[in-house]
Every structure is written in structure tokens, then in C-alpha cells.
T-cell receptor, first 114, second 112 residues
Framework: NAGVTQTPKFQVLKTGQSMTLQCAQDMNHEYMSWYRQDPGMGLRLIHYSVGAGITDQGEVPNGYNVSRSTTEDFPLRLLSAAPSQTSVYFC?????????????FGPGTRLTVL | DAKTTQPPSMDCAEGRAANLPCNHSTISGNEYVYWYRQIHSQGPQYIIHGLKNNETNEMASLIITEDRKSSTLILPHATLRDTAVYYCIDVPGGTSYGKLTFGQGTILTVHP
């Protein structure tokens, strides 16, 4: 299993540009999430999904859209990039079973908005 | 906001036990204690979790006080590769549905 994969690893955007960060998992997990991590900070939840066709907002959703058309994929779209969105973005997936909720994280996408 | 509190940083000598504390002042009866760590620039990694009893796995041990207001993660023989940020998180009902609330964590530095 590849686990959770994210592309691209690095991206530089200009203010106002749009782009999609890709996330895929091959573990058949129901739950998928997007977090952002600013320098010296903990991770903050942007959006999450409990299954295909179901998404909801997290703590910092403004400026981002998500959709979940398949169990495997959960792309994050930046609508109009702003310097405040410069951050490291992590995707995660998990499942619930037998009182365990281990989340598996991808390697991250490092985004710089100029 | 995170519901747990942790010291911002700790040091440990290589080969010694690292004991990382966490306060869970608002933990409720059905919330589990989870620990994750984040090695520099990587995604967080699950370490261990528990409800009431002490737990041990191949990575670490978890001690939870009887009132469940505090926990301690123990790395029995710390190595340089254990240098990381460690996060303790309260997870309701054992499942977060993909929603974890991270605090600032504890930066553990293991030195030779």
C-alpha cells in the first residue's frame, strides 16, 4: 500500500491564482481530512469528509473548497490564492473500528503564495 | 482551541527514558487520550492511545491517572530519531471522524 499520497510536494503561486492540491489513499478509509500548518504552529483543520459525497468545514475553511466523489480521492482547491495561505498542507485518512481512530498523514504540500 | 496543555519543550539524553506530560483538564468520560508525533517537516504519526488503563506498544507506554486529568507518554530508551514535536489529543468516543484538534505540542530534543 502507498498509504496517503499528496501532490505536488512544493508549489509557488502568485496572488489570485487558483490551484488544486491532490490527495489520495489506497486503504479504503471512510474519513479524510485536510489540515494546514503554519510555521511554529500546530495543525489546523480546513475541511473533512466522512465518506464519498459528504464534506464539512473545519476550523479554517475560508478560501478553500473540497469535494469527495470517490472514497480514494479528496482534492483541496484554492479559489484565489492569498499570501496568508502560505503554509504546509497535510492530508489524512482514517477509519473507525474497535475503538481506534488512527489517522494516517501524507507527506505534505509546501505552498508559497507571492 | 486545543483542550489539552503540554510544556512547550523538553530535553532528554539519548538512551534515557523520556517522560512527556499532558494535562486533560476538560476530558469527558467517553474521550480517549491519543498521542501523535511530528518529526521535522513530516506528517504526524500515531503513537498510542488509551481510555483508562495504561497501555504499551512497540513505540511507547501511556500512563493515564485515575481521574484521567493527566497522562504521560514514556519513550523508554530515547534515541536521536525521537526528536520531534509530540501532541496529546482528546478524541471523543474513540473516533474523531477525521477531525483532530492539535495544540502546540511539546518539542522533545534528544541529545547525545
Amino acid at each position: 500500500n502507498a498509504g496517503v499520497t499528496q501532490t505536488p510536494k512544493f508549489q509557488v503561486l502568485k496572488t489570485g491564482q487558483s490551484m488544486t492540491l491532490q490527495c489520495a489513499q489506497d486503504m479504503n478509509h471512510e474519513y479524510m481530512s485536510w489540515y494546514r500548518q503554519d510555521p511554529g504552529m500546530g495543525l489546523r483543520l480546513i475541511h473533512y469528509s466522512v465518506g464519498a459525497g459528504i464534506t464539512d468545514q473545519g476550523e479554517v475553511p475560508n478560501g478553500y473548497n473540497v469535494s469527495r466523489s470517490t472514497t480514494e480521492d479528496f482534492p483541496l482547491r484554492l479559489l484565489s490564492a492569498a499570501p496568508s495561505q502560505t503554509s504546509v498542507y497535510f492530508c489524512a485518512s482514517s477509519y473507525f473500528g474497535a475503538s481506534t481512530d488512527t489517522q494516517y498523514f501524507g507527506p505534505g504540500t509546501r505552498l508559497t503564495v507571492l | 482551541d486545543a483542550k489539552t496543555t503540554q510544556p512547550p519543550s523538553m530535553d532528554c539524553a539519548e538512551g534515557r527514558a523520556a517522560n512527556l506530560p499532558c494535562n486533560h483538564s476538560t476530558i469527558s468520560g467517553n474521550e480517549y487520550v491519543y498521542w501523535y508525533r511530528q518529526i521535522h517537516s513530516q506528517g504526524p504519526q500515531y503513537i498510542i492511545h488509551g481510555l483508562k488503563n495504561n497501555e504499551t506498544n512497540e513505540m511507547a507506554s501511556l500512563i493515564i491517572t485515575e481521574d484521567r486529568k493527566s497522562s504521560t507518554l514514556i519513550l523508554p530508551h530515547a534515541t536521536l530519531r525521537d526528536t520531534a514535536v509530540y501532541y496529546c489529543i482528546d478524541v471523543p468516543g474513540g473516533t474523531s471522524y477525521g477531525k483532530l484538534t492539535f495544540g502546540q505540542g511539546t518539542i522533545l530534543t534528544v541529545h547525545p
